[in-house]
C-alpha cells in the first residue's frame, strides 16, 4: 500500500514544496536498488514519469526535483516552484506485482 | 521517439465489454521480452489505477481486482496491444493510459505515456 500526503499543497512560486509518499514494505532490493518512482500530471495531459529507481531524474527533468529518503518513507522537494509545477504528483512502487499508485498529492499555486 | 497512441469507443453500455488497443511505435515490442505494454486508468475524481501488463510473448500481470474480467491480447505485426473489460459498469468510466514497463533490474517504472483515450459508461 502506498500513501501520499498531503492530498493537496498550496504553493508559492519560487519557494520549496515538499510531499511525502509511504510504502507498507521497504522498496529496498537486495540488489541496491530502490523501485519506487514519481510522476506529475500536468492539467490536461496524460502523466509523465518524473524520477526513477527511487533517486533518478528522467530525461528532461530540472534538477529543481529531488528525492529523499529511503526504504519505507521518501519525500519529494521541489525548490524554487515554478507556475508550471501545478498538477497531481504520484508515487509508484515498482517491486511487485500489483503495481501501486499512491492517491496522489495536487500541488496548486 | 517512443509514441503510444490507445483507441477505442468514447462510450460503452453496461454490462457490454469494453475494447481498447495501444498502438506502438518508436521502439520494438520484440526487442525484448522485458519489454511490457502496461494499462493504467484514471476514475474522475481519483486516482491512478495499474490494470495489467502484457509483452510481445503474451506474458501478462493482472490487477487482482479487474482479473476475472480482463483479457489483454498482442498483434507483434501491429505493434500493437489491446485490452478487453467485460460486464462493465459505471466504476469502469476513466481515461485509459498505456504506457512501457521494464520489468528488467534496471526498469520498474513506467517510462512512456501514451496521451489516453476517455471512456465513459452508460446507457
Redesign the interface.
Given at each position: 500500500v502506498m500513501t501520499q500526503s498531503p492530498l493537496a499543497l498550496p504553493v508559492t512560486p519560487g519557494e520549496s514544496a515538499s510531499m511525502s509518499c509511504r510504502s507498507s514494505h521497504s522498496l529496498l532490493y537486495s540488489t541496491g536498488k530502490t523501485y519506487l518512482s514519481w510522476y506529475v500530471q500536468k492539467p490536461g495531459l496524460s502523466p509523465q514519469l518524473l524520477i526513477y529507481m527511487g533517486f533518478n531524474r528522467a530525461s528532461g527533468v530540472p534538477d529543481r526535483f529531488s528525492v529523499r529518503g529511503s526504504g519505507t518513507d521518501f519525500t519529494l522537494i521541489i525548490s524554487r516552484v515554478e507556475p508550471d509545477d501545478v498538477g497531481v504528483y504520484y508515487c509508484m512502487q515498482g517491486l511487485e506485482f500489483p503495481l501501486t499508485f499512491g492517491g496522489g498529492t495536487k500541488v496548486e499555486i | 521517439q517512443v509514441q503510444l497512441q490507445e483507441s477505442g469507443p468514447g462510450l460503452v453500455k453496461p454490462f457490454q465489454t469494453l475494447s481498447l488497443t495501444c498502438s506502438v511505435s518508436g521502439v520494438s515490442i520484440t526487442s525484448t521480452t522485458n519489454l511490457y505494454l502496461?494499462w493504467?486508468r484514471?476514475p474522475p475524481g481519483k486516482?491512478?489505477?495499474?490494470i495489467?501488463d502484457i509483452n510481445y510473448r503474451g506474458t501478462t500481470?493482472?490487477?487482482?481486482s479487474l482479473r476475472s474480467r480482463l483479457t489483454f491480447t498482442v498483434d507483434t505485426s501491429k505493434s500493437q496491444v489491446s485490452l478487453e473489460l467485460n460486464s462493465v459498469t459505471a466504476a469502469d468510466t476513466a481515461f485509459y493510459?498505456c504506457?512501457t514497463?521494464d520489468i528488467s533490474?534496471?526498469?520498474?517504472?513506467?517510462?512512456?505515456?501514451?496521451?489516453?483515450t476517455r471512456v465513459s459508461v452508460s446507457s
Open positions: - | 502496461a493504467i484514471r486516482g491512478l489505477e495499474w495489467g500481470h493482472y490487477n487482482p493510459y504506457a514497463y533490474s534496471s526498469g520498474g517504472y513506467l517510462e512512456y505515456w501514451g496521451h489516453g
